[in-house]
């Protein structure tokens, strides 16, 4: 169990003979819009030898003061800062910089937005604000960073956030679990690259490392190498890449950029402080001297190989480390890299020998990556719906492994991802088929394959989403339409899904539960063959199961949020959480009258809360049991007092602290169709927060709920039932801790990581469907007859309704122009 203490920030500041500087960092530092009870300042004087360590303690007697009796260099008083730290997070800052006022803020909010964002790269600037420092990071192929842009201009591009590769030491933020789980920064380098290194073995495990513009901090850049000789600062800056580029690399890799990078450094010498190598032909009279004078800065490469032969036993020992804990692939990774191909000197003998090197030995490209694109219905940004988080999950999963694009129809707000996000409006199918093209495999969910027809057409491997069983929510969601329109809703939804059963190279699921249910429909399509059969008997390889799944790391109370925020809820009141949104399909007025129950049975003090009422996604209205559900909480005078009913959408950020204070969670629905095959997301949250539950019988997570004791599932539509389930995982202490338990084991199984194997499993060699040559042939023997294409102006106008709710006025037009050109 971790004793960092949570939300604090540990400040490290290494000194050595700058102690002026030091001060007005400290100073600087007491000064920002952060809580100082969540601020701890750490300064390791680095063996100054001066009066520096006595100056800063009267300077700040509060200051965690570290004296070091020798120079452990930069990475050394850094690791030496962290291990005297008690924060939850680490943050650098170099002597001579100085925050702004909310250099920690900003950052801690850009930590909250992701579990897997393992630290954070702050802006910085110079002294005065008016040029670059650091933007953005940069990495050449053969292990040199670099800071894009240093001493220019601000450009207009530094106020995006974005993923990086490393940040600069200078000013930078480190959650202390990764620092730790990295094992800090390797102090064989002194100085020089151990921040990139830092920041590529991060990535390598699968975390971010995110730039945020806000939190910035500005730099007096006065420090110089001069004193202690150019040639110094060369030997550690060509061992130290050399060493980056050996332990973090692949072995493919490594294998043609370590050769090369070893020849370049040797040419990067004899460019620096050339050297009469014409004496040493044969054919040369004289020079046959034992000695010549060399110049240091050309002996410097040659200095720093031999350090770096010296330190193969304890690099490889690093390496192995590394390279077995790896989770992202050097394709992917190299995203980061910026402009790899930068050849750092400009003199055209070294350019020469530069471009030799690259064409022999092939290293200034990007390795072999498959692209994925993987689409969603629903926007991506602050706020995201079930299908969103979704999308998000698989495209950071494979975004280790490939190179990926997530798509949105629904638009996209500005937000920092390990992939790119693209929206694609459903009318334009001229942007859609560029990236169809672009892609290797789409992985698809929602009414992607009806929209555009370049998928439909498309021959690229595609992959089915569809956790969602459309054609059963509309049986519900439709039945206020009237029956002409409840029937085409259905029917359309059924021909949608029919379609993607049919095309799929690759078909996922929620549920093993679901899995049966589209194996029949499958079958019905003629998509269990022999073709299919033979050598996959039990179809994983056409159909598996990949649900909803959980973060890695669990929730957290960072601020209130209902309880003694919202009027008439009081800190010791108990709280049912109804997480996720309010559809036609879920029976929450059984609910309301059963907290009715509870509350007149208690006296009060039980509160029901419905997180989201307005979908974030635009297309999906306000349903009326929304209205219904208000309406019957007032009659029964609970509106405000006992039920409380969000007006939009909780941030997919915030719901932590709806999660965390709440009591207990909740899930009822009706008994019918749609449940036996739902996969209620909600319910992962609860497992998320180790929430004891109360649900309705008759899906998955009802049945799991029963077998594993994880709360108490009721029969739909008993209110009494209902409410002595409510009771008692609210006041039975024993019980709600009983069930408490087995939720943490049980959660374990549903990680993201763990449930997304199936399809990482197919992306890792995606192959299409056994069967695709039948499919694309025509009907094979025995297979049934597709029903036949509906006609009439009835049909077309039911058509013109469905592309316009769907894709909108321009798909609608797209496809008039299509019908007009086939006749």
């Not at 990067?268 to 190598?277: C, E, L, Q, W, Y």
């Given at each position: 169990m971790s004793t960092h203490k949570p939300g604090v920030v540990s400040v490290v500041i290494v000194n050595f003979r700058g102690v002026d500087d030091t001060i007005t960092a400290i100073q600087h530092l007491r000064a920002l819009d952060w809580p100082a009870s969540k601020l701890e300042i750490v300064v390791v004087e680095n063996a100054s030898g001066d009066d520096s360590a006595a100056r800063i303690r009267a300077a700040d007697p509060d200051v965690t003061l570290i004296e070091s009796s020798t120079n452990l260099g930069f990475a050394g008083g850094c690791n030496l800062g962290v291990a005297a730290s008690s924060g939850e997070f680490i943050a650098l800052l170099n002597n001579d910089a100085r925050p702004d006022a909310r250099w920690i803020a900003a950052a801690v909010t850009a930590f909250s937005r992701s579990p897997r964002i393992g630290a954070v790269a702050s802006r910085v600037l110079d002294w005065d604000g008016e040029k670059v420092d650091y933007i953005g990071a940069a990495l050449t192929w053969y292990g040199m960073g670099y800071k894009p842009m240093t001493g220019d201009p601000v450009p207009r591009f530094?106020?995006?956030?974005?993923?990086?590769?490393?940040?600069?030491?200078?000013?930078?933020?480190?959650?202390?679990?990764?620092?730790?789980?990295?094992?800090?920064?390797?102090?064989?380098?002194?100085?020089?690259?151990?921040?990139?290194?830092?920041?590529?073995?991060?990535?390598?495990?699968?975390?971010?490392?995110?730039?945020?513009?806000?939190?910035?901090?500005?730099?007096?850049?006065?420090?110089?190498?001069?004193?202690?000789?150019?040639?110094?600062?060369?030997?550690?800056?060509?061992?130290?890449?050399?060493?980056?580029?050996?332990?973090?690399?692949?072995?493919?890799?490594?294998?043609?950029?370590?050769?090369?990078?070893?020849?370049?450094?040797?040419?990067?010498?004899?460019?620096?402080?050339?050297?009469?190598?014409?004496?040493?032909?044969?054919?040369?009279?004289?020079?046959?001297?034992?000695?010549?004078?060399?110049?240091?800065?050309?002996?410097?490469?040659?200095?720093?190989?031999?350090?770096?032969?010296?330190?193969?036993?304890?690099?490889?020992?690093?390496?192995?480390?590394?390279?077995?804990?790896?989770?992202?692939?050097?394709?992917?990774?190299?995203?980061?890299?910026?402009?790899?191909?930068?050849?750092?000197?400009?003199?055209?003998?070294?350019?020469?020998?530069?471009?030799?090197?690259?064409?022999?030995?092939?290293?200034?490209?990007?390795?072999?990556?498959?692209?994925v694109l993987v689409i969603t219905g629903d926007p991506i940004g602050s706020k995201l719906a079930g299908p969103a988080i979704r999308a998000w999950n698989m495209a950071e999963a494979f975004a280790r492994t490939a190179d990926v694009t997530l798509v949105t129809l629904s638009g996209a707000e500005p937000i920092s991802a390990p992939f790119a996000i693209v929206h694609v409006r459903p009318g334009d199918e001229r942007t859609f088929a560029r990236w169809e093209k672009w892609a290797d495999v789409i992985v698809f969910q929602g009414h992607a394959l009806a929209i555009f027809d370049s998928l439909r057409r498309s021959e690229k491997i595609l992959v089915a989403d569809i956790y969602d069983p459309m054609h059963l929510e509309q049986l519900e969601q439709g039945r206020e339409l009237g029956a002409e329109a409840w029937t085409k809703q259905v029917s359309d939804a059924t021909d949608v899904l029919n379609e993607q059963l049919l095309r799929a190279d690759f078909i996922v699921c929620a549920s093993e539960r679901q899995r049966h249910f589209y194996l029949g429909q499958l079958a019905a399509l003629g998509r269990i063959n022999p073709k299919n059969y033979d050598g996959d008997p039990d179809l994983r390889d056409l159909i598996d199961v990949v649900p909803f799944g959980l973060s890695d790391s669990p929730p957290r109370h960072e601020n209130d949020v209902v309880k003694g925020v919202r009027p008439g809820v009081a800190k010791g009141d108990k709280l049912l959480l109804w997480s996720g949104g309010l559809y036609n399909w879920f029976d929450p007025r059984t609910l309301i009258r059963a907290v009715g129950v509870v509350s007149a049975r208690r006296g009060g003090g039980v509160h029901l809360y419905f997180q989201g009422t307005k979908n974030p996604n635009p297309h999906v209205p306000e349903m009326a049991i929304v209205r219904e559900s208000r309406e019957l909480a007032r009659e029964l005078g609970l509106l405000d007092t006992a039920v409380h009913f969000n007006e939009s959408w909780v941030d997919f950020a915030d719901r932590q602290n709806y999660l965390t204070e709440a009591d207990a969670g909740v899930s009822t629905h009706y008994a019918h169709v749609e449940t036996t095959y739902s996969f209620r997301t909600r319910i992962l949250d609860y497992l998320w927060a180790g929430l004891p539950m109360v649900v309705t019988r008759g899906d998955h997570f009802a049945e799991l709920v029963e077998r594993e004791m994880l709360g108490v599932a009721v029969d739909a539509e008993d209110v009494d039932a209902l409410a002595l389930a409510l009771e008692k995982v609210l006041f039975d202490e024993e019980f709600a801790a009983l069930a408490r338990a087995n939720i943490a084991l049980v959660r374990e199984q549903y990680k993201w990581e763990a449930v997304l194997t199936p399809l990482t499993s197919f992306l890792s060699s995606p192959r299409p469907a056994a069967d695709r040559d039948v499919l694309a042939g025509g009907p094979m023997e025995g297979r049934p007859r597709r029903r036949r294409k509906r006609s009439g102006i009835r049909h077309d106008i039911s058509l013109v309704l469905f592309y316009m709710k769907n894709g909108g006025p321009s798909t609608v037009l797209r496809k008039v122009r299509n019908r007009l050109r086939k006749r």
């Open positions: 530094a106020d995006s956030s974005r993923d990086v590769l490393f940040g600069t030491g200078s000013a930078m933020f480190v959650r202390r679990s990764v620092f730790d789980e990295l094992g800090g920064f390797d102090e064989s380098y002194f100085m020089f690259f151990e921040d990139v290194d830092l920041g590529w073995r991060l990535n390598l495990l699968g975390y971010r490392f995110v730039y945020e513009p806000e939190s910035l901090a500005y730099h007096k850049h006065h420090a110089s190498m001069a004193s202690f000789g150019a040639h110094k600062e060369t030997l550690l800056l060509e061992r130290n890449a050399l060493a980056t580029l050996y332990k973090n690399s692949s072995d493919d890799t490594l294998a043609s950029a370590l050769p090369a990078a070893l020849m370049l450094a040797v040419r990067r010498g004899m460019t620096r402080a050339p050297v009469d190598s014409g004496s040493f032909d044969l054919r040369t009279p004289g020079g046959n001297e034992p000695q010549m004078n060399i110049p240091r800065m050309a002996a410097a490469p040659l200095v720093a190989i031999d350090q770096f032969v010296d330190a193969l036993p304890g690099l490889r020992a690093s390496r192995d480390r590394i390279q077995a804990g790896r989770r992202v692939s050097d394709g992917a990774i190299w995203r980061l890299f910026g402009m790899a191909d930068a050849p750092v000197l400009q003199d055209e003998e070294y350019l020469r020998g530069y471009e030799n090197i690259v064409t022999a030995f092939d290293v200034s490209e990007r390795p072999p990556t498959a692209r």
